[in-house]
């Protein structure tokens, strides 16, 4: 479906959506016990976003992860594997969603804006801080030479992200759309900058409740306590009610953060300035 005039997500999105959840028992047959596709296919079709907002997010990513803790608990991985899986399994999974993100334009779901790490994900930043903690010559601060980015993005996530950050956000300079990161920076090791990461990801994704109040658990992750919720809910059903989008709001007040309100692709706006027109070409 053609979308070129938006900058919101593409509906053909839903498309890829509904192949992948439709083919979900041919995709995990063949390492997954059937008794428990179910429950583990739930993971792997929300890691790719939400059918209905066209968005996608940290909320999402996690439940990539949850899919992996999931193969582990089923013995079809070991812990001799993390290795490979973080960087093999996850790093494809990564380039898998940057594709998907550029092809569909999906929106960033609950994004922070510039006092996030990044539109999309955080554990590329977690993972890849890790990745460089013994490295002799790369340091925190070495995100500001475009040199480094360059040639070594494709064996760091960390500065993967930084150079996909730095092509996405192409009117300004890290220190003005990414505060944070260039905060960061400013950390004399990456031991420091990973034990920060940690601390954000359990304080920003796993501690925050409108991400982690449509986050599934069963059998082989499992909570005490809650309430049930109904299988067909895609996060529609907040739990409050919502004012007509004809209200008048007054200074300062909000949805609420789980109501997924749209919000622009930066990609979607980069490629719309790199195809205009150029008046004196």
Not at 48 to 55: P, Q, V
Request: glycine letters at 6%; aromatic letters at 12%.
């Amino acid at each position: 479906m053609e979308n070129s005039k938006s900058r919101f997500g593409n509906p053909a999105f839903r498309d890829f959506y509904d192949r992948v959840k439709n083919n979900i028992n041919d995709l995990l047959k063949p390492f997954v016990p059937e008794d428990a596709i179910m429950e583990v296919s739930r993971y792997f079709i929300e890691s790719f976003g939400n059918r209905r907002r066209i968005d996608y997010g940290t909320g999402h990513e996690a439940n990539f992860m949850a899919f992996l803790l999931c193969l582990e608990k089923l013995k079809v991985i070991t812990p001799e594997d993390d290795k490979a899986i973080v960087l093999r399994v996850f790093v494809k999974y990564i380039t898998l969603m940057r594709q998907l993100q550029f092809e569909y334009w999906l929106e960033p779901a609950g994004s922070h804006g510039v006092w996030g790490l990044d539109d999309y994900h955080f554990l590329p930043f977690m993972f890849g801080s890790s990745q460089l903690m013994n490295h002799k010559y790369i340091r925190p601060k070495s995100i500001h030479d475009s040199d480094t980015v360059q040639e070594f993005s494709k064996y760091y996530m960390y500065l993967a992200c930084i150079r996909f950050i730095n092509e996405v956000k192409t009117s300004a300079s890290l220190r003005w759309h990414s505060p944070m990161l260039d905060d960061i920076s400013a950390c004399k090791t990456w031991i420091k900058v990973n034990q920060g990461m940690v601390k954000m990801y359990k304080a920003e994704v796993l501690g925050k409740l409108p991400i982690m109040q449509h986050f599934m658990f069963g059998s082989l992750i499992k909570f005490e306590g809650g309430s049930p919720q109904p299988e067909d809910d895609d996060g529609g059903d907040c739990g409050h009610l919502h004012p007509e989008k004809s209200d008048t709001y007054a200074m300062g007040q909000e949805y609420p953060e789980c109501c997924g309100i749209p919000v622009p692709s930066a990609i979607a706006a980069t490629a719309a300035k790199r195809s205009r027109a150029i008046p004196f070409d």
